[in-house]
């Protein structure tokens, strides 16, 4: 079974920084998707950042965090990390991990982590 283990959510005041994490483990290999998506009360969830290609080599931002979100990954720990600066209120969410791959039986897996509260107030 593949489990999604987030971590980095908090409270930072707007203009702040925060640094998420996200590690799968389990049975999964070859992870073709690897990102983070947000959703905040009353609105649907959408994407934030993602790493396509199984050497996560090429990314995906939504508009509205260019410029100040920074995805990353590091294949060797199957973790994506997501550095976000010059937070503003309006990226208040609940941030969710997910990833999709292949289990050893070459069949497709798709797992959401259970989400990291992250709030802009001051």
């Known amino acids: 079974q593949v489990q999604l283990v987030e971590s980095g959510g908090g409270l930072v005041q707007p203009g702040g920084s925060l640094r998420l994490s996200c590690a799968a483990s389990?049975?999964?290999?070859?992870?073709?998707?690897m990102g983070w998506y947000r959703q905040s009360p009353g609105k649907q969830r959408e994407l934030v950042a993602v790493?396509?290609?199984?050497?996560?080599?090429?990314?995906n931002y939504t508009d509205s965090v260019k410029g100040r979100f920074t995805i990353s990954r590091d294949n060797a720990k199957n973790t994506v990390y997501l550095q976000m600066n010059s937070l503003k209120p309006e990226d208040t969410a609940v941030y969710y991990c997910?990833?999709?791959?292949?289990?050893?039986?070459?069949?497709?897996?798709?797992?959401w982590g259970q989400g990291t509260l992250v709030t802009v107030s001051s």
């Open positions: 997910n990833t999709a791959g292949f289990d050893e039986f070459l069949r497709p897996v798709e797992v």
């Open positions: 389990g049975s999964i290999f070859n992870i073709y998707h």
């Open positions: 790493t396509l290609g199984t050497d996560g080599g090429s990314t």
